[in-house]
């Protein structure tokens, strides 16, 4: 079970990248670390996954370090649009105990 | 494509009333998620369904009952309810993966707010 670690916060303004960084010392050796969006009154919802080194995708990247004991979010030039709550998730092998840590809230500022 | 549906979206109880939250996903998925999310906090997890016919305890089971008679239905039961259940309860799936790698995405519903009086 791996036990997730984000800052509670994060301030940016628009055009700026963040990274969003996660630590996950225990993370088991099959497991995912996969990151998630949630706005306000909805669902949270799969922005990006990965196993190891960089992934990218249409609206992020993920960078996950040789001991992937940390993983780290980038979002380019955010929006206001991306201002939402974004929790790192580690796990998936056998999908179970799936559980969230309390997220990091980014606001996006104009 | 519906994906998971949760009914109902909302619902007022008064204390010691029991109601059951549905959740229904079409994906054929292996696996089934109940949450809770209190106002400006993450989620926690309340039990889990790794397939048909089984379920499990996760962060903060106490007060609630599951049961996955079907393998698109999970349902979150409320035998006695109390003012402080009062939350949203999200439901998720997630499809198994391969023999060694799982990919562990969840598929969340749009939530049920519940308030207990």
């Known amino acids: 079970l791996a036990k997730t670690t984000q800052p509670i916060s994060m301030d940016s303004y628009e055009g700026q990248e963040v990274n969003i960084t996660c630590s996950h010392n225990n993370i088991a050796t099959n497991d995912y670390i996969t990151w998630y969006q949630q706005f306000p009154s909805q669902g949270p919802r799969f922005i990006i996954q990965g196993y190891k080194t960089k992934v990218t995708n249409e609206v992020a990247s993920l960078f996950i370090p040789a001991d992937r004991k940390s993983s780290t979010l980038s979002l380019p030039r955010v929006s206001l649009s991306d201002t939402a709550v974004y929790y790192c998730?580690?796990?998936?092998?056998?999908?179970?105990?799936?559980?969230f840590g309390a997220g990091t809230r980014l606001t996006v500022k104009p | 494509n519906a994906g998971v549906t949760q009914t109902p979206k909302f619902r007022v109880l008064k204390t010691g009333q029991s109601m059951t939250l549905l959740c229904a996903q079409d994906?054929?998925?292996?696996?089934m998620y109940w949450y809770r999310q209190d106002p400006g906090m993450g989620l926690r997890l309340i039990h889990y369904?790794?397939?048909?016919?089984?379920?499990a305890k996760g962060e903060v089971p106490d007060g609630y009952n599951v049961s996955r008679l079907k393998k698109q239905n999970f349902l979150l039961g409320l035998e006695s309810a109390a003012p402080s259940q009062t939350s949203v309860y999200f439901c998720?799936?997630?499809?198994?993966?391969?023999?060694?790698?799982?990919?562990?995405?969840?598929?969340f519903g749009e939530g049920s707010r519940l308030t207990v009086l």
């Open positions: 998720a799936s997630s499809p198994q993966g391969s023999s060694t790698r799982s990919t562990g995405e969840l598929f």
């Open positions: 994906m054929n998925h292996e696996y």
């Open positions: 998730l580690g796990g998936g092998y056998n999908n179970n105990d799936m559980r």
């Open positions: 369904s790794v397939g048909e016919g089984t379920t």
